[in-house]
Structure formats: structure tokens, C-alpha cells
């Protein structure tokens, strides 16, 4: 935080491109910084631009759980310090890798019916892994309480990539691995993200070697309720929450047939419009950790149940699969995509890991 004579901890350092636009400064590290102290170097990244850094961070604060995923996968997990909401991570998914381990009910959550300035000088982290337009537009901060934090705290350098519903969102979208390539220059960590990089072209060119010509017409719905009517309706698009199914070559029943993503302010849909659009593939998007017996006994076993729901041709020809979670990062994105592999084309790809977990394991450990 401030000083009593309005210093701050860090230095602002020099900036570039967009990041004068939006009148953000970035900050070097100051007396809790890096042991790489004196090692400057800077990483560019839309929309803030160029930011410049005198060591690598050792506390890291990102707020949507892709940019989490991220940074455990480069090795840097001992310095994530929150998240914007702890249920939306999916730090289960590490429980089959040896020796990969995040708590997230020990992190500090950004979120709390709002999320104010104060978490950020309390958590008082070396880097914020964050949209800073996503703080403006989604969380409702104005643009002189995000230059306030990060000319008082620390940067703020990252790109809201898991969804493409924002009309605000008129700047450059990466990839998730574009995304990721531009953490670990943050982070230095380029051997990393090159094993992953590899490990992930690997996993994707042998699913496409085997899987079947079949496009099937996708619904990616999240319940409204636990034995729900209404769904919210979220489209596969070129955000990274669809990667996993874009990988699989899946053709999105919802946009084109003009419902509008959730995201984006619409509504939800009802049974009556599924009908109407009738898609090849029902999956259903929950949070948290969902086992294969908990999916089939609960959402699955509701729909076959439903009076209308049980007319959907998805339900009848058993194709309701589970969806994942929104927020992917490389790591999450290896389970998800194996998952729902496995869902789709059960003949292609059941029964079987689609990846080596202990490769993973392995390059998160640096053993590479």
C-alpha cells in the first residue's frame, strides 16, 4: 500500500502501446521481488502491452482459474496467492498427478458478493494475471481504481481468452496457448511451456488419427437448478472454455440457431426450444469435481426421467455427456478434452487415458 508520504513499494517502469492508453502503469518488483533481481526484461501482452519487470515474480494473483492453471502447469503453484473464485478451479484434476498439488480452499478468494481493492493490497502479490478490461466490464471497477492498484501494488498483464461473447472485448484474443506462452515469458519459463506445447501436440494429432469423421451437433448447457427446466446456454466458439470441443471437430447446436451465450446477457432456454433444435449431443457444464456414477445418478438420470426432456434425441440415444468446467488452462485442458473424448466416442477412445499423467507430473516438477 501507500506510504504516509504517498510512495509506493514498487518503481513504475516504463510502458508501451496500449498500456498508456488505458493509463495502467507496470510495476518492477520491489523488496519482496525475485532472487533474479537486476535481470530486466519485459513481456507484451493486448491489451495492456508492454510490461516491464526488473525479476520474476514470486507472487502471482490471477483472477479466472485458466490463468491458475497456467501457472502451476510452468511450476510457480508455491506463489499463487487467490483466485477470483475458489469452486470455478479445478484443482481436483491434480490429484492424479504425483506430486502436483493445489489447495484451493487455502487460497483467498477475490470474489465476495463483489470484489473491492482491498484483497489486492492485502494479498499484496508481485503480478496480477488480469484482464484489466475484464475488472472494468465484469467485476464493475472504473478505470482510475484499476490504475490505482496496479501503480500501487503490482501490473496488471493478462487477456480474457476463455470467452468470445464480449462485444467489449475488441482486441486481440489469443489462444490458450498463445495465452500461455506469454505467462511463461512472465514467468521465464520457457522449457515448460515448450514440453507442454509438445506434450499437447502429441495428445491432439493422435485423437485426430483415431477419432471418427462424425461432426455431431453439440448443446453445452448448465442447469438453473438442480433438477432443472431452464438451462443457460453457452455457445462453442473460439474462447478457451470450448477448446475441448473444438479439438474434437463438434459443430455448436445453440449459435446456430441463434440463441445467444449466457455470457453475453442471454437468457436461458426450456425444453420447449431444445426440442425445437434437438441437438446430436446434450453436455451439461458443472463446477467442481463430478464423478462418472454422481453425473449419470443425478443430471442424466433426471433427464431420462423428465416428460419432455426424455423426447430430446440426445437423452433417448444416451449422448448426454458430462461438459467440464469453464476455466482451462494446459493442464485442465488434458482432462477435460480426455473426458469428453471419451463421452463423444466411447467406441474410439473409452476406457483408456488419452495422456501421461506422470509426463505432466513430470514437467510441472521441471524433471524434463
Keep these: 500500500m501507500p506510504t504516509d508520504d504517498g510512495t509506493t513499494r514498487r518503481t513504475v517502469m516504463k510502458t508501451t502501446g496500449a498500456l498508456a492508453g488505458l493509463g495502467i502503469g507496470a510495476g518492477c518488483l520491489g523488496e519482496s521481488g525475485s ?12 491489451p495492456v502491452g508492454e510490461v516491464e519487470f526488473d525479476g520474476v515474480p514470486e507472487s502471482w494473483l490471477p483472477y479466472t482459474a485458466d490463468y491458475a492453471d497456467m501457472g502451476v502447469a510452468l511450476g510457480q503453484g508455491d506463489g499463487l496467492v487467490g483466485v477470483g473464485r475458489a469452486h470455478l478451479y479445478g484443482t481436483h484434476y491434480y490429484d492424479e498427478l504425483p506430486g502436483v498439488s493445489v489447495d ?26 488480469i484482464d484489466p478490461n475484464f475488472m472494468i466490464n465484469r467485476l464493475g471497477w472504473s478505470r482510475d481504481e484499476v490504475d490505482e492498484i496496479a501503480d500501487t501494488v503490482a501490473p496488471f498483464i493478462g487477456n480474457t481468452i476463455f ?33 507442454f506445447a509438445t506434450l499437447h501436440d502429441e495428445v491432439i494429432a ?13 448443446a453445452v448447457l448448465v442447469p438453473a437448478s438442480a433438477e432443472p427446466e431452464e438451462f443457460y446456454p453457452y455457445l ?11 479439438d474434437l471437430g463438434v459443430r455448436d447446436a445453440l449459435g446456430t440457431n441463434d440463441i445467444e451465450d449466457a455470457q453475453a446477457g442471454g437468457g436461458t432456454v426450456d425444453y420447449e426450444t431444445l426440442l425445437e433444435i434437438d441437438p446430436d449431443v446434450i453436455a451439461i457444464r458443472q463446477q467442481g469435481q463430478v464423478t462418472e456414477e454422481e453425473f449419470e445418478n443425478g443430471i442424466v438420470s433426471f433427464l431420462r ?27 485442465i485442458h488434458l482432462f477435460q478434452l480426455e473426458r469428453v473424448a471419451q463421452g463423444l466416442f466411447p467406441n474410439a477412445f473409452g476406457g483408456e487415458d488419452l495422456f501421461d499423467r506422470q509426463a505432466v507430473a513430470d514437467i510441472v516438477a521441471g524433471n524434463t
Design 305 to 331: 426421467d423428465h416428460d419432455v426432456a426424455s423426447e430430446l434425441e440426445a437423452v433417448r440415444n444416451d449422448r448426454v455427456v458430462y461438459a467440464g468446467m469453464t476455466y482451462q488452462g494446459p493442464i
Design 104 to 129: 484451493a480452499g487455502e487460497l483467498t478468494e477475490l470474489w465476495d458478493g463483489g470484489t473491492g481493492q482491498e484483497v489486492f493490497y492485502e494479498l499484496d502479490a508481485d503480478v496480477h494475471l
Design 35 to 46: 532472487s533474479n533481481e537486476g535481470s530486466t526484461y519485459s513481456v507484451t501482452m493486448e
Design 236 to 246: 462453442i466458439d473460439e474462447g478457451t472454455q470450448s477448446k475441448h470441443w473444438t
Design 206 to 218: 493422435d485423437l485426430e488419427s483415431r477419432r471418427p469423421e462424425e461432426s455431431p451437433s453439440v
Design 163 to 195: 470467452s468470445a461473447s464480449y462485444d467489449w472485448h475488441d482486441y486481440d484474443r489469443y489462444t490458450l496457448y498463445e495465452a500461455f506462452e506469454k505467462v511463461a515469458e512472465l514467468f521465464q519459463e520457457r522449457g515448460r511451456y515448450e514440453a
